[in-house]
T-cell receptor, first 110, second 112 residues
Framework: RKEVEQDPGPFNVPEGATVAFNCTYSNSASQSFFWYRQDCRKEPKLLMSVYSSGNEDGRFTAQLNRASQYISLLIRDSKLSDSATYLCVVNLRGSYIPTFGRGTSLIVHP | SAVISQKPSRDICQRGTSLTIQCQVDSQVTMMFWYRQQPGQSLTLIATANQGSEATYESGFVIDKFPISRPNLTFSTLTVSNMSPEDSSIYLC?????????FGPGTRLTVL
């Protein structure tokens, strides 16, 4: 079983739709969680950290479920510019080396 | 934050040759990381480069194939040696100055 698993998609949604991605992790010692965004032919960039209490940044909401070992990313009112690959990233406690999921591809169409 | 530049941005190479990728950071960092991202795949850590000591390689990667230099706290190089088509990939360097990981723009390598 892979350490961090994501549905690769692609998720193909119309503008204005709400879309959710899940990511599961296998190591219960995981401590830090992040969502990164990677545009085509670009490097990954931090989208948001994921806190135990959940956090929201505009149209984006991230949640963590430690009991079930998954994190989620919800995007409301999708924009064309949201089209990208979303990478789930997990850090073990005490480790500076994160583990990346393979990413979920999102395509928002007019 | 950190601003990272990489050179070259892309290259097409013949099998059996070697390519050295340079990574420059705008601030001093203790560790620099080298990743590989193959088409449709996630990022795979190749090695961690520490200034003043040998790099630490992840399972499946060896120094003879991917020698790394780290002459100071703002610069590192990764060499892809004796290349084969399987080495075609994007190579990214990365730093973690705080809680956020920053990546260079990547070097897109194609081996014929």
């Amino acid at each position: 079983r892979k350490e961090v698993e994501q549905d690769p998609g692609p998720f193909n949604v119309p503008e204005g739709a709400t879309v959710a991605f899940n990511c599961t992790y296998s190591n219960s010692a995981s401590q830090s969680f992040f969502w990164y965004r990677q545009d085509c032919r670009k490097e990954p960039k931090l989208l948001m950290s994921v806190y135990s209490s959940g956090n929201e940044d505009g149209r984006f909401t991230a949640q963590l479920n430690r009991a079930s070992q998954y994190i989620s990313l919800l995007i409301r009112d999708s924009k064309l510019s949201d089209s990208a690959t979303y990478l789930c990233v997990v850090n073990l406690r005490g480790s500076y080396i994160p583990t990346f999921g393979r990413g979920t591809s999102l395509i928002v169409h007019p | 934050s950190a601003v990272i530049s990489q050179k070259p941005s892309r290259d097409i190479c013949q099998r059996g040759t070697s390519l050295t990728i340079q990574c420059q950071v705008d601030s001093q960092v203790t560790m620099m990381f080298w990743y590989r991202q193959q088409p449709g795949q996630s990022l795979t850590l190749i090695a961690t480069a520490n200034q003043g000591s040998e790099a630490t390689y992840e399972s499946g990667f060896v120094i003879d194939k991917f020698p790394i230099s780290r002459p100071n706290l703002t610069f590192s190089t990764l060499t892809v040696s004796n290349m084969s088509p399987e080495d075609s990939s994007i190579y990214l360097c990365s730093v973690v100055p705080g809680n956020e990981q920053f990546f260079g723009p990547g070097t897109r390598l194609t081996v014929l």
